[in-house]
């Protein structure tokens, strides 16, 4: 039970540094007289920021679904597959960040006053280093974590690439919040106008493959982690010679065929 509290933790920590980056992007874009609604429309389209939104609802049905599910069987589907779907973003985040982006701050923070200073700090540890280290964690720990079929492999690159859709065609349409070009877009490696259509597509190829390994990585372990698990119950069973609960094992069968543990 004590996953649930480690993720209901979780969950609250990232819907703090959610909180405080929001609070940092509007006054930076008050102190630049940029117009609020394209601040915060850019803000909700970064990645980092819709990655850890989805977390935080994947964690909460999560946890809710234990709190009213106790005992030791695997979680429903879904919410194994929705946590594997955020868990590569969320990681892959965190090792971009801290290995490529970090000291690279936006020359308005030089002006911060205390307070937003502290806040911008609170965002980015918590989303950058907090969230991914616990993903990894609830990834390789946590209990009644269910294997997945190789199939959810396309379930989990899908999220990556519809932001990326999202992202490159809404970067030409919206422009610069302060105002220095009429199109935006979130990360500079993203953005054509740099060093072109070419360099921007290698990029995102080189993410997707990124994706792609990370999914296979979640899934070979949470398959394994499910064999271990299996191996285990299977050694106690053969050491006490006791029978499994025959009674307990048909009605989770039942709940499977009719569909009640999808969540």
Do not use: C
């Amino acid at each position: 039970m004590r996953w649930v509290w480690f993720r209901v933790a979780a969950a609250t920590a990232a819907g703090s540094g959610v909180v405080a980056g929001l609070l940092v992007n509007i006054d930076r874009g008050l102190r630049e007289e940029q117009i609020l609604g394209d601040v915060l429309a850019n803000y909700f389209s970064l990645f980092t920021i819709v990655s850890s939104i989805l977390s935080i609802g994947v964690l909460t049905v999560a946890a809710r679904w234990m709190l009213r599910h106790p005992g030791t069987s695997p979680e429903p589907l879904g919410i194994a597959m929705a946590i594997a779907a955020v868990t590569g973003p969320v990681i892959l985040l965190g090792i971009v960040f801290n290995v490529l982006l970090r000291g690279d701050p936006a020359p308005i923070a030089a002006t911060d006053p205390a307070w937003v200073k502290f806040m911008d700090s609170w965002a980015t540890e918590t989303l950058h280093v907090v969230l991914p280290i616990y993903f990894l964690l609830d990834l390789l720990f946590a209990g009644r974590r269910r294997g997945l079929p190789w199939w959810s492999l396309a379930v989990i690159v899908s999220y990556p690439l519809v932001w990326t859709a999202y992202t490159m065609s809404r970067g030409e349409r919206v422009p610069n919040p302060d105002g220095s070009t009429p199109w935006w877009y979130p990360y500079g490696f993203l953005d054509p106008h740099i060093a072109g259509y070419g360099s921007a597509f290698t990029y995102i190829g080189g993410i997707l493959l990124a994706f792609v390994l990370l999914g296979i990585a979640i899934i070979g372990i949470g398959r394994s982690r499910e064999r271990h698990a299996v191996a285990r119950d299977v050694t106690a069973w053969l050491q006490t010679g006791e029978l499994p609960d025959l009674t307990v094992a048909r009605r989770r069968w039942r709940r499977r065929r009719s569909g009640s543990s999808r969540g």
